[in-house]
Structure formats: C-alpha cells, structure tokens
C-alpha cells in the first residue's frame, strides 16, 4: 500500500488542500475473488430471469452475455484507491472518510458542515 499526494477542490473551485490516498494493489486471489462474485452475480440474474414470462427471451442471453464480460473486466482492475481522510474546505475540521473510489471526479460530503467536496485530479500548477 503507497501513500499519494492528493487534491480536491471545492464547489466554488477556489480551495485547493491536499490529503492522502490510498493506492492498494489487488492480490491475485482478491482479483479472482471479484471477477467470480460479478460472474456468479450474473449468472444467478440469469437463471431467476428464466421464471420470467416473456422477458426471459432478452434477460436469459443478454444476463448470460454479461457474466463474463462483466467477469473479465473486474478481473482487469489491479487496484484500488482509497481516501481515509479530508479537511474540510468550509469548517476547516478533518473528517474520516474510508471510501473506496470507483472514478474521479467524485463528490463526498463533509460529516460536520454538510459541505460537498469534489474531488478530482489537479495539474502540477494547482488550478482546479
């Protein structure tokens, strides 16, 4: 697990304050672990959607379709990013936040003043 430096802007996108991120690598077991949850998902999705009149004739292939595609796309990803802990730009409080990051940007909210933050990549000159 590697420590990054980080940045996020405000809504107003004049605050700019740094924090940390974690960037964790997936283990081999762990990627594995993920793809067979989405493909095994799918594939239950698949089944349950035989009992279904009419719909099946879509849900059934396009389920069936997915589940490996799905699969093989989660299997791909090889790490994670996590944010553990932001300073808010408006209370100035630091607040917990141990949330996984799907994409940026992303917003997160503050959980003393309501605050929404975006979060987003910035470029070497610190503009938002």
Request: aromatic share 12%; hydrophobic share 45%; charged share 20%.
């Amino acid at each position: 697990m590697s420590q990054l430096r980080f940045a996020y802007c405000g809504p107003d996108q004049l605050d700019l304050v740094h924090t940390n991120l974690e960037l964790q690598q997936l283990s081999q077991k762990e990627r594995v672990k993920r793809a067979g949850k989405s493909f095994f998902f799918l594939f239950g999705l698949a089944l349950a959607a035989i009992f279904v009149p009419v719909l099946h004739f879509v849900l059934v292939p396009l389920f069936l379709l997915l589940a490996p595609i799905v699969g093989f796309f989660q299997y791909q990803k090889t790490e994670h990013l996590m944010i553990r802990q932001v300073r808010c730009s408006r209370c100035q409080k630091e607040f917990q936040v141990n949330e996984w990051i799907k994409e940026l940007p992303t917003r997160i909210e503050c959980s003393h003043c309501a605050e929404n933050i975006f979060i987003e990549w910035v470029n070497p000159k610190g503009d938002c």
